[in-house]
């Protein structure tokens, strides 16, 4: 069995994909925080359900390896993620919606739980090392 067809491990990379996508969108605002007429962007949350039913395999990702010599490859791009203007505050005089103490908090919320993932996806390799008898 593939390590990537385990749907815990699958569901781990996407959430680290979505967070990894969601630092550069939040670093862009913080670079663009005194351009005038900038609006604060912000990716949408990751729904659940749809990366279970993702994960589940009833849906196709449209890449398949066809010979067991090929790599495998994630379809899952950090690009591909819903953006949207998210303004923390009004507009001031300038039209920039930046608020850098509220994309300090995303930044250190998505850090974290990128660790958070980082870690979990760590103890469940260190898990399967463990029950097939590979310390």
């Known amino acids: ?14 959430r ?9 969108v ?8 005194d351009s005038p007429g900038y609006l604060a962007r912000d990716l949408k949350p990751l729904d659940f359900a749809d990366m279970v039913k993702s994960m589940s395999g009833s849906e196709t990702t449209g890449l398949v390896t066809t010979d067991p010599h090929h790599i495998a490859v994630s379809s899952t ?8 203007d998210t303004p923390d505050t009004e507009a001031g005089i300038t039209g ?7 994309e300090m908090i995303k930044v250190a919320d998505t850090q974290a739980q990128f660790q958070a993932a980082t870690n979990l996806y760590s103890k469940a390799l260190s898990m399967m090392r463990t029950a097939i008898g590979n310390p």
């Open 16 to 24: 680290m994909s979505w967070l990894n996508a969601r630092q550069t």
């Open 1 to 14: 069995m593939n390590v990537g067809e385990i749907p815990l491990l699958g569901m781990l990379r996407e």
């Open 77 to 84: 791009q950090s690009t591909g993620y819903a953006g949207s």
């Open 26 to 33: 939040l670093s862009e605002n913080v670079a663009n925080a």
């Open 96 to 102: 920039n919606t930046v608020s850098l103490e509220a």
